[in-house]
Structures are given as C-alpha cells and as structure tokens.
C-alpha cells in the first residue's frame, strides 16, 4: 500500500528550463511534506519542507506546492543545473511523528 | 564534519551469518532514526530513539533485528541470521527535537548484501 506515490520514475530536462516533480498522496493524516534529493552512493539530503497549513513555500530555486485537497504536491526548480542531476524523494509525517514516509522516487537528469 | 556518518560502508556476509552496524548522528540531536532501501523503493522505516529510548519499531522489524542507543549517543544496529532478503542501504537520520516538525539529516548508508 503506497501512501505517497511518485509516478514519473524519470524526468529529463534542458538546464536552465524548470523542472516539476509530482508527487501525490493518500493518507488524510499526512500534514508535513518534505523533499529530499539523492545522489548515488550518498543518503537523501533535505531540500525543502512544506506544512499543510502552507500551500506554497520557496527556497532559492526551489518552490514547493500544496494542494490539499487533490492530495498532490510539486516541486518547481528553477532553472535547473546540471548539478540538479539526481533522484528526489517526496516524503510525508503525520501527527506530529517521526517516521517518514517516502515515495519511490524520480530521476532527474538535466541536460546542457 | 559534522555529518551523520556510518560504518561500513559496505558489508558482504554469507546468509546465516550476523552482522553489526553503527550510526553516530549530529552531536547533540536528540532523535535517531534507521531505514531501510531496496533498489527503485524509496526509504522504510524501521525504528526510531529518542535519547536512549526506543520509541517505535515497524512491522518490518523482525525478531532478528535489533537496535540499541546505550548512551544515548551513537546507535548499533544488528541483524542476526541474515537471509539474501535482508540485502538493502540502511540509513541512519538524526534530528533535533524543534517544534512539531524538525528535518532528518541522513548518513550516507551502509549498503550490505547477503550471498
């Protein structure tokens, strides 16, 4: 039973473009959101995190979306790098716990 | 560097042998976490501390697992009687109780297989 779900398992993109992933999820009770990006060989580093009382919040480059009530949120980042080039997990808490719960990821390849 | 760091990196083992992991998080976060990932899934949870008390455990931690923070610092996971299933990344996080919410920080794995 995948909670959070991550369709696209790859994405490619032209640098200096945007790149969107989604990510979309079924559990009510999730009401914090977070982004992590994974290159190979290391572990997941936080990138940015959204409360469900928020439906935007933005970093830099890096722009996270909420939309409640389709359960759906994005990640824009603009313009992508070629050091963008990774996998990024969306992940969820609910309650006010501590176990997060990841989608399977998307591969982001950006492309000079 | 104050990182989350891990030791192995890597670990081969024949199944039905044990094997020991370890995980020093930030120095002076408070919450410790480990998951598990297998090829083209995203991280599992598998149990989490707090100081020295272990305060959730998954349904996918079996009776061969077990995870110990003595002091409250670093934390040891062991798998014993491996099975070839039991091959996956596992992860450590950390973080600082801060507010409802706080970011874990993750080490970079140790990537064990069972032949």
């Known amino acids: 039973d995948q909670q959070v779900k991550q369709n696209s398992p790859s994405l490619s993109v032209q640098e200096g473009r945007i790149s969107i992933l989604n990510c979309d999820y079924t559990?009510?009770?999730?009401?914090?959101f977070l982004w992590y990006k994974k290159y190979p060989a290391e572990g997941p580093t936080f990138l940015i995190s959204i409360s469900s009382i928020k439906d935007k919040n933005e970093d830099g480059r890096f722009t996270v979306f909420l939309n409640k009530s389709a359960k759906h949120l994005s990640l824009h980042i603009v313009p992508s790098q070629p050091g963008d080039s990774a996998v990024y997990f969306c992940?969820?808490?609910?309650?006010?716990?501590?176990?997060?719960?990841f989608g399977t990821g998307t591969q982001l390849k950006v492309e000079l | 560097d104050t990182g989350v760091s891990q030791d192995p990196r890597h670990k081969i083992t024949k199944r039905g042998q044990n094997v020991t992991f370890r995980c020093d998080p930030i120095?002076?976060?408070?919450?410790l976490y480990w998951y598990r990932q297998t090829l083209g899934q995203g991280p599992e949870f598998l149990t989490y501390f707090q100081n020295e008390a272990q305060l959730e455990k998954s349904r996918l931690l079996s009776d061969r697992f077990s995870a110990e923070r003595p002091k409250g610092s670093f934390s040891t996971l062991e798998i014993q009687r491996t099975e070839q299933g039991d091959s996956a990344m596992y992860l450590c996080?950390?973080?600082?109780?801060?507010?409802?919410?706080?970011?874990?920080?993750f080490g970079p794995g140790t990537r064990l297989t069972v032949l």
């Open positions: 992940a969820a808490l609910a309650g006010g716990g501590n176990k997060l719960t």
């Open positions: 559990n009510s009770m999730f009401d914090y």
């Open positions: 120095s002076e976060h408070n919450r």
């Open positions: 996080a950390s973080s600082n109780q801060r507010g409802s919410y706080n970011e874990q920080f």
